[in-house]
């Protein structure tokens, strides 16, 4: 669909293009610099998809983030509105100007004349300029000035991530996965935020060695070939359950009462994603400023840590798993941290702070 969509662009003059543009709208470029088709109507068929694809949709942006106009003879680009020199339409790069123009829709090759082989910018306003603004059209110039439109060629579509600009299947498949690549790498930072935190150092280093899978858990160890028992693989909280990172900070059904008590605290209830980073953040991505966020990520913190030595407990030392204990020993921290880092207005007592009656107010 995406060579079909291309085509459109690339031949404006054929026939089932001029059809498209008169019946679903014309092509507009947005203050990002991404172009984009302008509704008229409704659509149907293979038409819409194409459509789609030039909408520039969450999913579509590296489509058009990787087209631009290339300057031909000017006739077919308009100055202000299209990206055609730069990263931004000029309208937004010189609104001042751009609202003085007499010539709003005007086309590049309109915007001067031929003087025997050099070309000369020449604008229209609606008024004499103040010296500010013939300031403004000295920095228009030098922005176009090494551009000039040519003579006898039509102006054309660039795809830019191919270095001869013609759209291919391999140079899309190239900027899908540069896109997929960065998008991998904001959720990584997403997850760095862990160090936001106001937490103790060694809590949050086992919060994010939990998050990137680095705990010893002991499904890491097998898979490191470590030599552990067969019964020792097994989650020492529950029965029947291998440890794993997921089971034992979400799905083993000790931890899921230490977060339901948390939740009711918090008094919040929210579903519970399926892997620990996806609980990271939305555990931490709800609370209003950035104050409370913190608190959020300091508790997320301190709760990973918290299970993360109560399970060392009980496997190393026989020491009992048990919930409630665990809330109360993560309130108590999570008090004294705020002590610390001064993260929320507390005006309660210790007692009722952890009591389970007690819901924290400014969430
Ligand atoms: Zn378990």
């Not at 990263?87 to 001067?112: C, H, I, M, Y």
């Not at 013609?166 to 960065?182: C, D, H, N, P």
């Not at 407990?313 to 204990?325: I, L, T, V, Y």
Request: proline share 3%; net charge positive; aromatic share 14%.
């Amino acid at each position: 669909m995406l060579k079909w969509f291309w085509r459109y662009l690339a031949s404006g003059e054929e026939l089932w293009a001029r059809v498209i543009k008169s019946v679903y709208g014309d092509l507009e470029w947005g203050e990002d610099g991404q172009c984009r088709l302008r509704m008229r109507g409704g659509m149907t068929g293979w038409w819409s998809k194409i459509v789609d694809k030039g909408r520039g949709g969450e999913n579509d942006r590296w489509f058009s983030e990787n087209i631009s106009r290339e300057l031909g003879n000017g006739l077919g680009i308009r100055f202000w509105d299209e990206v055609w020199t730069g990263n931004r339409p000029l309208k937004f790069l010189f609104p001042r100007l751009f609202a003085l123009s007499s010539d709003q829709q005007g086309l590049v090759g309109e915007f001067g004349n031929w003087a025997g082989e050099e070309w000369n910018w020449e604008f229209r306003w609606r008024r004499d300029l103040r010296e500010r603004e013939i300031e403004m059209v000295n920095n228009l110039l030098l922005v176009i000035s090494s551009l000039a439109p040519c003579a006898g060629k039509k102006d054309g579509w660039k795809w830019k991530a191919a270095k001869d600009g013609v759209f291919s299947a391999k140079s899309a498949y190239e900027a899908i996965s540069k896109e997929k690549g960065e998008m991998a790498s904001k959720h990584h930072e997403g997850l760095a935020q862990v160090w936001e935190a106001p937490t103790p150092h060694k809590a949050t280093v086992v919060a994010w060695r939990s998050l990137r899978n680095r705990l010893a858990t002991c499904d890491n160890l097998v898979r490191r070939n470590v030599p552990i028992q067969v019964e020792e693989k097994w989650c020492n909280a529950c029965v029947g359950h291998e440890e794993t990172v997921e089971h034992l900070f979400i799905h083993c059904p000790k931890t899921d009462q230490v977060w339901d008590y948390i939740q009711q605290w918090l008094n919040i209830k929210t579903a519970k994603p399926q892997g620990l980073s996806q609980h990271f953040l939305s555990f931490t991505h709800g609370g209003k400023g950035k104050k409370i966020r913190n608190f959020l990520k300091a508790l997320w913190v301190g709760t990973i840590w918290l299970l993360w030595s109560s399970r060392n407990e009980s496997r190393f030392e026989g020491k009992e798993w048990d919930p409630q204990k665990l809330v109360l020993e993560i309130k108590g921290r999570i008090w004294s941290w705020n002590k610390t880092f001064q993260m929320v207005e507390v005006n309660v007592p210790f007692s009722l702070w952890c009591s389970r009656e007690y819901t924290l107010p400014f969430l």
